[in-house]
């Protein structure tokens, strides 16, 4: 979900038609550095908006004795990683909108491919999936699937696929001004 929300900063504006007059009256450093930082905090809302529904979901419906379980500390350890992986999946959907710029293609790339592949991915071929962009922000967020990366490691894979989509982003960007 933080993927599409990303991703919808610059897609919607490119299908209303103001992108291009964005990139004219305030450049289009200025512009990608605007919306990577909105990207982000896109990504940490949907994460705090998550955490909260979920929260309030379960105390609802789960019993006492497993709610003071999911409750403690131990639960809450891994709090940071689901944070930090939501707005990782967030800045990767800003760079995908800047590279297609079209919100419907957009929208099938960061919504269905990672559930029809990537996900399925994960329970069947680990050792393939975790270097993929779904895998490496289920390995930061410590999700409970064999034959994902630890953590750090799969904070740097989940940054590469980010600069590497920012880096053709900016060159096919760049490529447009000529």
Known sequence: MA?????????????????????????????LISK????????????????????????????????????????????????????????????????IRHYYATTILTLLIPLALEVPLLGSAPEIARWLPSGALAGIASLPFDGLLDSLPAFLVSLGWVLAAAFCSVRLLRGKES
């Open 36 to 99: 990577y930082l909105a990207a982000a905090i896109v990504g940490l809302s949907t994460a705090i908006t998550g955490i909260v529904l979920w929260g309030v979901s379960m105390t609802f419906s789960l019993p006492l004795d497993v709610l003071d379980k999911l409750l403690a500390a131990e639960s809450w350890n891994q709090m940071s990683g689901v944070v930090l992986a939501t707005i990782m999946g967030s800045l990767w959907g800003c760079s995908l909108g800047w590279i």
């Open 3 to 31: 993927t599409f929300a990303g991703s919808y900063l610059v897609t919607r504006e490119s299908y209303y038609g103001t992108l291009r007059r964005s990139v004219v009256m305030s450049g289009l450093k200025q512009v």
